[in-house]
């Protein structure tokens, strides 16, 4: 695993810096957006999805390479920079948001195999699915819950 720093955003500024590694982050991954949508979302993500989050930044080499988004309990976004996966930065971000946020649920896009099996693989379990994700759009969207630890760490 590459060593991660996880720090807290540094406001407004850095928004510019995230939007460019949501958008190489769903270039790899979101294949199944349509360019109209995806461009319609990275439109809004300064102004309208960032400013409502907590927003958590993890930084390789000084670099930020990835992001985490909560409200509550509830982790809204998580983004590595495609050049960053498989190394350990979505887990760190993860491990944080669980530890220090109290994260419990995630929502995932469906048809984002690699991220459903990446959640799976640390202890969430689907709950519930819709067939339109939050602005009506024909993506399915699985609510994931992060089943709870008993004393020694296995899953209840």
Same mark, same amino acid.
């Given at each position: 695993?590459?060593?991660?720093?996880?720090?807290?955003? /540094?406001?407004?500024?850095?928004?510019?810096?995230?939007?460019?590694?949501?958008? =190489? /982050?769903?270039? @790899?991954?979101?294949?199944?957006?349509?360019?109209?949508?995806?461009?319609?979302?990275?439109?809004?993500? @300064?102004?309208?999805?960032?400013?409502?989050?907590?927003?958590?930044?993890?930084?390789?080499?000084?670099?930020?390479?990835?992001?985490?988004?909560?409200?509550?309990?509830?982790?809204?976004?998580?983004?590595?920079?495609?050049? @960053?996966?498989?190394?350990?930065?979505? =887990?760190?971000?993860?491990?944080?948001?669980?530890?220090?946020?109290?994260?419990?649920?995630?929502?995932?896009?469906?048809?984002?195999?690699? @991220?459903?099996?990446?959640?799976?693989?640390?202890?969430?379990?689907?709950?519930?699915? =819709?067939?339109?994700?939050?602005?009506?759009?024909?993506?399915?969207?699985?609510?994931?819950?992060?089943?709870?630890?008993?004393?020694?760490? =296995?899953?209840?």
């Amino acid at each position: 695993m590459t060593a991660v720093r996880i720090r807290d955003c /540094a406001g407004p500024a850095e928004y510019p810096l995230l939007v460019e590694i949501w958008r =190489s /982050a769903v270039e @790899a991954t979101h294949h199944f957006l349509a360019e109209a949508d995806r461009a319609d979302i990275e439109g809004r993500l @300064a102004d309208a999805y960032f400013p409502n989050v907590r927003l958590t930044v993890a930084e390789v080499e000084g670099q930020p390479v990835g992001f985490a988004g909560t409200a509550g309990e509830h982790l809204e976004m998580l983004f590595v920079r495609a050049d @960053a996966h498989g190394r350990g930065v979505g =887990s760190a971000l993860l491990e944080h948001v669980v530890a220090r946020q109290r994260v419990r649920g995630v929502d995932v896009n469906e048809q984002n195999a690699q @991220a459903v099996r990446f959640y799976r693989r640390r202890g969430f379990v689907v709950t519930r699915r =819709s067939e339109l994700d939050e602005a009506g759009r024909p993506y399915p969207i699985l609510g994931l819950i992060r089943q709870p630890q008993d004393d020694t760490g =296995s899953r209840c």
